[in-house]
């Protein structure tokens, strides 16, 4: 349906539903593993991707629309889920599915053209999430598809677009069975909090107004990375302790203490930090890199204020931070999983928790749908709450790209920290 509408501050071009192609999914029900009532009333996750487009917008409309549409359809074929609905299962007591059915089963596709200047809101500088969210479409909830899945399908859809296809080309075939992750234990005891509490993991929305919230993106150079890690293992040499050391753990040590120094608390508080980790690979039995749903684990942490803003916090930062993935690695991404809604509820009731958002392992910057790789791509979700949006580096490889949210008297306060520590290494 096409439409000359105005949507916050937008004018739209072309709005319709996106089914897959009629006949091509049957009326399909997956129940929800334990894995997905953790995630079921969380929201949903906001990327955006910002790309160069030289033409007009008559020319996208006539030349790149259509194949945008029909390619979205072939790929919705294979990943339905993302067109299915949550629903309670008929004739049963909290019990949920994923249920699609054709004819209800679709996402919505809006086109619509923004007179805001492009470099402004694509760029690493501060910027006002005013002017963001107008780009932020109605999303799929979290409690569909983890990062990973939800990653699968915009590299399947652009692949597919930039190729043309009539067929999809999908990047990691789907993997739809919970048989593997059939736990009655678990998933009595999630659904039971659920029901009691109404969700086990929510998003909050910040008590920062919209208008306060900047956001900017810092970069950790290879070199930079290079750099503490050496000193990270150096140091560690001395105190004979192997870990995990990583590209993401060092981005997150050297990010957690520059944020902890940026705050000012008192020395014997306590700062926390968690992330959530994959657990495809490290379920026994391990699930297909498909495996489309969710399937995190996650790994909560915690230090005095004393040790992340001492001399050594950066080591001693990656050293919690790499042992706890060692332990995942080491069939543990489960340990102490009946434990989880209860960590959740008194992670919730502390002031300034670190979560991490996205994951240089995406490999976003690789995601083209025929006009060219993204100038940018913001995770506009970190703004409900402390996180910090991980991609790759863009053209710097062996970096990663720190992305954050916050009032700007606190970024500047964090930007001090940061630069200011990079310029000693």
């Known amino acids: 349906m096409a439409s000359s509408s105005s949507r916050h501050g937008l004018k739209v071009l072309n709005q319709c539903s996106i089914s897959p192609p009629k006949g091509s999914v049957p009326e399909t029900s997956i129940p929800l593993s334990f894995f997905d ?58 019990k949920f599915d994923y249920h699609f059915t054709e004819g209800e089963g679709s996402v919505p596709f809006i086109l619509a053209e923004s007179e805001a200047d492009f470099d402004t809101l694509s760029g690493d500088q501060d910027r006002e999430f005013k002017h963001l969210q107008p780009l932020i479409p109605s999303l799929v909830p979290l409690s569909v598809c983890d990062g990973t899945s939800s990653i699968n399908f915009i590299k399947s859809w652009a692949a ?41 993991i929510v998003i909050e929305n910040s008590s920062t107004t919209v208008d306060e919230v900047i956001f900017s993106t810092f970069s950790l150079k290879a070199e930079h990375v290079d750099k503490l890690k050496k000193f990270v293992l150096d140091k560690n040499e001395e105190y004979h302790q192997p870990f995990h050391c990583s590209t993401f ?73 790499g042992s706890s993935i060692y332990k995942l690695n080491s069939g543990g991404v489960l340990r102490e999983a009946e434990n989880w809604p209860e960590i959740i509820k008194e992670l919730a009731l502390e002031e300034k928790v670190l979560s991490v958002a996205g994951s240089p392992k995406f490999r976003v910057y690789d995601t083209d749908f025929g006009w060219g790789k993204p100038v940018k791509v913001e995770i506009t979700s970190i703004r409900n709450s402390l996180s910090m949006a991980m991609t790759e580096s863009r053209g710097n490889t062996g970096g990663v790209e720190i992305g954050f949210a916050m009032p700007k008297v606190e970024m500047d306060q964090f930007r001090a920290h940061f630069i200011g520590g990079l310029e000693l290494l």
């Not at 399937?295 to 930062?317: F, H, S, T």
């Open 160 to 200: 597919t677009c930039s190729s043309a296809a009539t067929t999809s080309i999908v990047a990691a075939p789907p993997f739809y069975d919970r048989t593997e992750l059939h736990d009655s234990k678990l998933h009595s005891l999630f659904l039971r909090t659920l029901v009691e509490d109404g969700a086990l």
């Open 249 to 321: 753990v060092i981005a997150c040590a050297y990010v957690w203490t520059c944020l902890i120094k940026s705050t000012g608390w008192p020395h014997d508080k306590t700062a926390y930090m968690c992330f959530p980790a994959d657990a495809r690979g490290r379920l026994r039995p391990a699930l297909p890199p498909g495996y489309f749903g969710n399937c995190l684990g996650g790994c909560m942490l915690q230090m005095k204020v004393a040790e992340l803003v001492n001399y050594d916090g950066v080591r001693k930062a990656a050293e919690v931070i």
């Open 37 to 94: 009532l953790l995630w079921l009333q969380a929201g949903a996750v906001e990327r955006l991707f910002f790309y160069k487009f030289s033409h007009s917008t008559s020319h996208f409309i006539d030349h790149f629309l259509p194949t945008m549409k029909a390619s979205l359809s072939l790929t919705l074929q294979h990943l339905f889920l993302l067109a299915s609905r949550v629903r309670s299962i008929p004739d049963s007591e909290h």
